[in-house]
């Protein structure tokens, strides 16, 4: 019997308290229903230098869900490596305001603090990229 590979999707998200319903609620519950693993950076456990680990990471994921609200610049950077390795990057943003220039003609799902809104939205993405990896 062969195994099927669980979608591991990495989150770049602010590393504040503000996000931590938005993660759970939003997005990590999502991950779930569709039976994918979800994971950020600051809860993984590792010894080299935290840039080169979330390179690690951004290479081995299958989809990276980046939240640009608040214009961080760690998530523009870390969003920037992603898509020059031309990962599957679904992009947040609470509000249409925090999108920068340069991301502004792709799509984004923008949740206006609605979390559920969030994770249904999610679980039709994450859904829609777990069943075109078989093609």
Known sequence: MKKIKKLFVLVLIPRHSD??????TG???ACFSVNAD???VDDQIFIEKKLEHVKQQIA???IVIS???GCNPDVFYETGYAHALK???ILLAQNENDIPF???YYPHIIYNDN???LKAELEQRLTWHDSMQFL
């Open 60 to 62: 081995k994921a299958d």
């Open 115 to 117: 979390l559920l809104q």
């Open 27 to 29: 997005i990590k519950s």
């Open 38 to 40: 979800c994971e950020r």
């Open 102 to 104: 340069d991301l502004k």
């Open 87 to 89: 990962k599957q990057v």
């Open 67 to 69: 939240d640009m609200t």
């Open 19 to 24: 996000f931590d319903a938005v993660y759970k």
